[in-house]
Nanobody
Framework: QVQLVESGGGLVQAGGSLRLSCAASGRTFSSYTMGWFRQAPGEERELVASITWSTSATSYADSVKGRFTISRDITKNTLYLQMNNLKLEDTAVYYC????????????WGQGTQVTVSS
């Protein structure tokens, strides 16, 4: 059973930085793509960034390109999201998710961690 546990959220001022972590367990993730999603109140959940576990190929939403960096540590089975130059509109609950590479939908989700950016 895949388990994903996020940590690292919190309150930060605009322009500041946070690093989210997601501890993954239950599988060997070499055949998986991992992603970070976020959902703000009243908004749909959106994919912020994704990474192919085996190759570390990455993809980003336009809204975070140049500010956020997704990475993974294979030895620790941990996914990261480094968020720099945070903006008010980055405020949301951030979720870690996983899917098998050949599937289109993310089937495994963490519980989420709140990120609040203040002015």
């Amino acid at each position: 059973q895949v388990q994903l546990v996020e940590s690292g959220g919190g309150l930060v001022q605009a322009g500041g930085s946070l690093r989210l972590s997601c501890a993954a367990s239950g599988r060997t993730f070499s055949s998986y793509t991992m992603g970070w999603f976020r959902q703000a109140p009243g908004e749909e959940r959106e994919l912020v960034a994704s990474i192919t576990w085996s190759t570390s190929a990455t993809s980003y939403a336009d809204s975070v390109k140049g500010r956020f960096t997704i990475s993974r540590d294979i030895t620790k089975n941990t996914l990261y999201l480094q968020m720099n130059n945070l903006k008010l509109e980055d405020t949301a609950v951030y979720y870690c998710a996983a899917r098998l590479r050949y599937l289109s939908n993310f089937g495994y989700w963490g519980q989420g961690t709140q990120v609040t950016v203040s002015s």
